[in-house]
């Protein structure tokens, strides 16, 4: 998709916005991608005609506020809100408040302090004017982007809210190799399957801006995973003391779907004590869920697509976001594909930059719009 087709996809997407104010002629113009994850965010920056990404930060979806109390000196600069890795690695001092839940706002206050978080590091100056194209779950309602707009509002100067698959197929499209022989450009025609921590979003991508038919999201993702793992946890090894942060990175460490991988000893600290807990069926019980999950949707999309380009599509499924690094989903879905009888389909995983394509595409996206595509934040 040439910049051109872009912008025309993007016109048909949003409405015209109303008329901008017009901005300081000082102000220093700052284009932002953002996928506003559940558990992580990313944010890639650039300036507006240049192809460069000044600013490219991937950051944990949480903000921690220090408690009351804390010795002075603790915590460094005696700042009273962290953000991220500072507040994971602070969060004895701090309490941790999530500001995304499945995929929406969940904590409004939260959302704003973490997007003037966001804001920070796109520009250190607090001077430009910033305009954010910001990644949504796949058919999201109005009040989910309505509530992404409240919280943006006096953060971002403009936004443009486009679904994330979309932007990850955008994002994940290698310019540089379009018109080479063999390669399959995955805007023209592709499936996109997104597997986040609150919601896992499935995108048909074939050269439009999707709609409502072309998208299918589930409240059942990463999240889902660790709350399924956590409860088997707490029945199969009572008192355990195991956090959900800990949960998560066992996942994240040892994920897989399809039979069971036993033997899997794990070494946790249970009251300051090494354990080696049997963990194969636990996990594997868990992220299969999610499998039965995404694929009765994965077939809905598929017998959505047209009789001429299915065949091509089933050859370009591509799995995409944190569940991407479960071991064998790939493998996983297009075995039962196969023995579904789907004509020889091939899926595969968008490799170790999936934090940043949803990002990526939205800095694209953001580079293509027009003026009048851009939702003023008055």
């Known amino acids: 998709m040439t910049t051109a087709t872009l912008e025309k996809t993007l016109t048909t997407a949003q409405p015209p916005a109303a008329r901008p104010p017009s901005a300081p002629k000082s102000a220093k113009a700052v284009l932002a991608g953002l996928d ?45 809100r962290l953000f991220g890795e500072e507040a994971l690695q602070n969060k004895l001092h701090v309490n941790l408040v999530a500001p995304m839940e499945e995929g ?17 590091l796109a520009d250190p100056s607090g001077q430009a004017e910033i305009r954010a194209v910001i990644g949504v779950p796949a058919n999201a309602a109005e009040t989910t982007r309505e509530d992404i707009r409240r919280c943006a509002h006096g953060i971002f100067n403009r936004v443009l809210l486009i679904p994330e698959p979309f932007l990850a197929a955008v994002g994940f499209r290698d310019n540089s190799r379009l018109g080479q022989p063999g390669y399959i450009d995955p805007v023209i025609n592709s499936l996109f399957i997104d597997i986040g921590g609150g919601t896992s979003d499935l995108c048909l991508v074939q050269g439009y801006f999707p709609t409502g038919d072309d998208q ?12 399924l793992m956590e409860a088997e946890l707490n029945r199969t090894y009572p008192n355990n003391g195991l956090s959900r942060h800990k949960v998560r990175e066992i996942k994240e460490a040892h994920g897989y779907v399809g039979p069971s991988r036993r033997p899997m000893d794990v070494k946790v600290i249970m009251g300051g004590k090494a354990h080696l807990l049997e963990l194969a069926d636990v996990i594997g019980n868990a992220c299969n869920t999610l499998v039965e999950k ?22 370009n499924i591509i799995v995409t976001g944190g569940g991407s690094q479960l071991r064998g989903i790939d493998t996983v879905l297009q075995q039962r594909l196969a023995a579904d009888g789907y004509e020889t389909p091939k899926v595969r995983l968008a490799g170790q930059d999936y934090k940043r394509y949803v990002a990526i595409g939205a800095l694209k996206a953001a580079r293509a719009a027009r003026e009048n595509q851009w939702q003023v934040l008055l």
Do not use: M
């Open 36 to 80: 506003f994850g559940t558990n992580k965010s990313c944010l890639l920056a650039g300036t507006p005609g240049s192809g460069d990404i000044a600013v490219s930060k991937v950051v944990p979806t949480c903000v921690g506020y220090v408690k009351e109390g804390i010795v002075e000196g603790i915590i460094a600069g005696n700042a009273t």
């Open 104 to 120: 929406v706002i969940a904590h409004p206050e939260a959302a704003r302090d973490f997007l003037a978080h966001l804001r920070s």
């Open 216 to 227: 299918i999201s589930i409240p059942f993702a990463g999240d889902a995973i660790d709350a």
């Open 294 to 315: 995404i694929y009765p949707a994965l077939t809905t999309l598929i017998s959505r697509a047209s009789s001429d380009s299915v065949v091509t599509l089933l050859q």
